[in-house]
């Protein structure tokens, strides 16, 4: 089965052609597998917001290939990007960014809705019944704004998996979060990665939740240092 | 199933509800703006016409009277001039030569209405120890009145009018101390006289006019002035009022006869015209651009406050032109919304104005003219200026980097 990532020596700098010019990734290789629940761990300034980007097709490498389910994206125009972006990839950011002036169903539907271009009843069952998947049924009518941060980052986490996506990127999903919060919106991603088998890569400082996926990459100064898989059973 | 709207417009809509304060002001701004210019377009548009209306029931479209008696200098061979200083001959009461002929030539134009000959000079009234010089008009009333409608301006009597019969106006009548049923005697300069029966009184609205205007048949004032046959002028009327002055220049080149339009003898008033629509069409331009600029700044705003809405949407999937569109929507709605409050804001402040704004004689100062087209060209108007003052912050929009706008 192909790789849902495959990242190739991709390097990064910021400032290109300035007397600035800094490369902030050396090189990474990357692959994760269909199904996999990855964490990435990495002290503040390392780059991992800077990897996720890259991944998620927001950014481009300075150099090296990023390849998504198998296809490279080196070919690709921006509007190849938003597309293939809007089709494989969910994301989940630490400040939930629902957009305000939407209710949560709303907010669910939107990647549906800018990719189909307009509404169709089938879009409302599917936020309705991805709403109910994280236990947020009695709030779908609510504007997004009047909830709670973890209710809120459910509904983010709802929105990025629209598409059903192949791949969810989460920068610091709960980092924003109170311990149980936290707690509760780790525990929906890692059970939508059970029964989806959806992939999902997640930046966080909490070595708490990294420990109960099932790798943890270690981003230092732009370069992956460490691989540690199956810490879950690792004796502690 | 429901048929949903592009979501471009469902986006724009929800900006545009959720900031409503801002819409409200941009939408007040907008609103005054079109409001000024369509009170402005349709005040300016009823002054003309009453202008046109007024000047159009007293006076033909063009006119056709004999040319000038010019007197050339005597020669006395090529370039050899003589009698270098000519004085211009004074002007007699000429009959338009084989006017018979030329009024079968003007019927035959597509765009000549009516064409009525009448026989013009001046008298002398007399009644009692009273006289008052006045202009005899002799025409057929049948197609005089098409062209000034003397019976809509009959305060007394009839304004039939028989071989004896005279209609003169409120003035004269008051000068002589006559009413319907008396006599006139009428002398002209060659020593002609005859006794005429005032049969009707008019009030053209215009005190020298009442004073001096007088009505007879035709035969009447062509005995009357020794024009037995003839007509001093053709009164024309024509299907496009505004070519009265390309017709007429066409008749005078055509015929031997000199043709002046009413453009032509009401030029001060055109000319008014003119630089009242060039200061018009300045103002609008620049209630216009305001408005445009107002639009614009108003979205740059909203670029800004919305860059991490936009972001987000970039990395859901939404493409350039979708972010593109939400905002030259949001512009062309402002424009659109705004004119159509602007333009009831306009067409009521007009009403108002035209209910209390009154002449001396206590008649409107301007008809109520409010065509739907100013309106529907007003709304198009301020929709596509919405949509061009959209276009630099949509263009912002559309270009933002997804990266900046979440991290930012
Ligand atoms: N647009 C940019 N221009 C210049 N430098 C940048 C830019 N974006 C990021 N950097 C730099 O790249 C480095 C990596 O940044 P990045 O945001 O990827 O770190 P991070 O690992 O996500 O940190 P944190 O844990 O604080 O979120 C930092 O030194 C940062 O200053
Ligand atoms: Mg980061």
Redesign the pocket.
């Known amino acids: 089965m192909v790789d849902v990532l495959a990242l190739g020596q991709i390097r990064?700098s910021?400032?290109v052609g300035t007397p600035?010019e800094?490369e902030?990734?050396h090189g990474i290789d990357l692959t994760l597998a269909a199904g996999e629940f990855v964490a990435l761990m990495?002290?503040?300034?390392?780059?991992?917001?800077?990897?996720?980007?890259i991944i998620g097709l927001l950014d481009r490498p300075t150099s090296g290939t990023v390849s998504i389910n198998g296809q490279s994206t080196a070919g690709l125009s921006e509007s190849g990007l938003t597309a293939l972006r809007g089709h494989t990839i969910g994301f989940v950011f630490?400040y939930h960014y629902l957009i305000s002036a939407f209710t949560a169903a709303e907010n669910v539907m939107m990647p549906m809705l800018v990719s189909h271009g307009r509404r169709t009843d089938a879009m409302q069952d599917v936020a309705y019944g991805l709403l109910a998947d994280v236990e947020l049924t009695r709030w779908r009518d609510n504007r997004a704004t009047n909830m709670s941060g973890g209710q809120q980052q459910r509904v983010a986490i709802a929105r990025a998996l629209a598409m059903n996506p192949s791949l969810v990127l989460a920068?610091?999903p709960t980092g924003n979060l109170d311990s149980v919060s936290a707690d509760g919106v780790f525990d929906l991603m890692r059970r939508i990665n059970k029964e989806r088998s959806t992939t999902f890569l997640i930046?966080t400082?909490n070595l708490e939740l990294a420990r109960r996926c099932d790798r943890i990459l270690d981003?230092i100064d732009?370069r992956i240092s460490g691989q540690e898989a199956g810490r879950l059973s690792a004796p502690a | 199933m429901r048929n949903w709207a592009p979501i471009e417009w469902t986006i724009a809509l929800r900006f545009l509800t959720e900031g409503i304060m801002q819409t409200v002001f941009i939408l007040t701004g907008i609103a005054m703006g079109v409001g000024v210019i369509v009170f402005m377009s349709a005040m300016l548009a009823g002054l003309q016409a009453n202008f046109i209306k007024r000047v159009l029931t007293s006076q033909a479209h063009i006119q056709i009277i004999p040319p000038d008696e010019i007197a050339r200098p005597l020669r006395s061979g090529t370039d050899i001039v003589e009698g270098a200083i000519v004085q211009r001959p004074s002007q007699r009461i000429l009959s338009i030569d084989q006017w018979q002929t030329i009024r079968t030539a003007m019927k035959a134009r597509p765009d000549v209405v009516t064409v009525s000959p009448t026989a013009t000079g001046s008298a002398l009234a007399i009644r009692g120890d009273a006289s008052r010089s006045i202009t005899l008009t002799g025409m057929e009333p049948e197609l005089y009145f098409q062209i000034v409608r003397v019976p809509d301006y009959i305060v007394v009597g009839t304004s039939k009018l028989e071989s004896d019969d005279i209609l003169i106006g409120t003035e004269l009548a008051k000068d002589l101390g006559a009413t319907i049923g008396d006599k006139l005697n009428l002398s002209v300069s060659s020593g002609a006289t005859r006794v005429l029966t005032i049969t009707g009184i008019f009030d053209l609205g215009n005190k020298s006019a009442n004073e001096r205007n007088t009505f007879v048949a035709l035969r009447t004032a062509q005995s009357l002035l020794d024009l037995i046959g003839g007509v001093t002028t053709l009164d024309v009327t024509v299907t496009d009022i505004y070519a009265a002055e390309s017709i007429a220049q066409d008749i005078s080149a055509a015929l031997p006869i000199q043709a002046d339009s009413w453009i032509k003898t009401n030029a001060q008033f055109f000319t008014a015209v003119s630089a009242q629509q060039s200061s018009n069409t300045l103002i609008r331009s620049f209630v216009g651009l305001s408005v445009a600029f107002g639009i614009a700044a108003v979205l740059v705003v909203s670029v800004i406050q919305r860059s991490k809405d936009i972001g987000i949407l970039r990395a859901m999937g939404a493409r350039r032109g979708q972010v593109l569109g939400v905002f030259l929507i949001q512009g062309g709605v402002l424009g659109l919304i705004g004119s159509l409050i602007g333009s009831s804001l306009g067409a009521g402040a007009l009403g108002l104005w035209h209910g209390t704004a009154r002449q001396a004689d206590g008649t409107e100062l301007f008809p109520l003219i409010l065509e739907p087209s100013l309106f529907v060209i007003a709304a198009a108007v301020a929709t596509l200026t919405g949509v061009a003052a959209g276009m630099a912050p949509a263009l912002r929009a559309a270009r933002l980097d997804p990266?900046?706008a979440i991290?930012g």
């Open positions: 990064k910021y400032n600035v800094t902030v990734l990495g002290p503040s300034g390392s780059g991992k917001s800077t990897l996720l980007n630490q920068d610091e930046v400082h981003v732009g | 990266v900046e991290r």
